[in-house]
């Protein structure tokens, strides 16, 4: 659902499931995607990236999907473990410009 | 450890005071950008830096707020007569090369403003 203030999205899991995270962004110029995953007290882990010539891209366990027609990512994660338990954000950057512009994150919740 | 590195990893401060952080990149990156980051949100674009040069920065750094990377490896952001909306994660990150290329971040500084 929508978040307000401090709450973010939640997605809760049953590990072993697949886990399927969304993201809308905001500039139709975007020309490069990245998805973190951030634990608590840490900072942003790269986890797969994707350029806008692709509409899907593989890693480990993870698949960013790209939709450029209505601005949409989503990371896909298989058979999710506690440990992928994290806040996970997509970010976007156009014309190189090299800053990242964030979304707004959900928080993945996997339950043993 | 051959990670972004930065210190300190906390700083408690009373408002007022001036306040600076150090950021490491990795070995050999060229770009290197700070952001800021509230309890819930994304990190937030602050500033960036190819070798020495700074080629932009937010319109969220005010004047209080200065980054420096004299000689095109570690940088350090410093912020004066602290608020208390200064509160917040401190993050670094350094890529390998110009534009569109992953960004690998550092632990990060945490910042309270009594």
């Known amino acids: 659902g929508e978040s307000v203030g401090l709450h973010l999205p939640t997605l809760s899991v049953q590990e072993g499931d697949n886990s399927i995270i969304n993201c809308a962004y905001s500039n139709s110029a975007s020309d490069y995607f990245i998805w973190y995953k951030q634990e608590s007290g840490k900072g942003p882990q790269f986890i797969i990236d994707?350029?806008?010539?692709?509409d899907k891209r593989q890693g480990q366990r993870v698949t960013v999907l790209l939709n450029k027609t209505v601005k949409h990512l989503s990371l896909q994660i298989a058979a999710t473990q506690p440990g992928d338990s994290a806040v996970y954000f997509c970010a976007e950057t156009y014309n190189q410009g090299g800053k990242l512009i964030f979304g707004q994150g959900t928080e993945l919740s996997v339950k043993p | 450890d051959t990670g972004v590195s930065q210190d300190p990893r906390h700083k408690i401060t009373k408002r007022g005071q001036n306040v600076t952080f150090r950021c490491d990149p990795i070995?050999?990156?060229?770009?290197l950008y700070w952001y800021r980051q509230t309890l819930g949100q994304g990190p937030e674009f602050l500033t960036y830096?190819?070798?020495?040069?700074?080629?932009?920065k937010s319109r969220l750094l005010s004047d209080r707020f200065s980054a420096e990377r004299p000689k095109g490896s570690f940088s350090t952001l410093e912020i004066q007569r602290t608020e208390q909306g200064d509160s917040a994660m401190y993050l670094c990150?350094?890529?390998?090369?110009?534009?569109?290329?992953?960004?690998?971040f550092g632990a990060g500084t945490r910042l309270s403003v009594l």
């Open positions: 830096f190819q070798n020495e040069a700074q080629l932009e």
């Open positions: 070995s050999e990156h060229n770009r």
């Open positions: 994707i350029r806008s010539n692709m």
């Open positions: 990150a350094s890529s390998p090369r110009t534009g569109g290329s992953i960004q690998y």
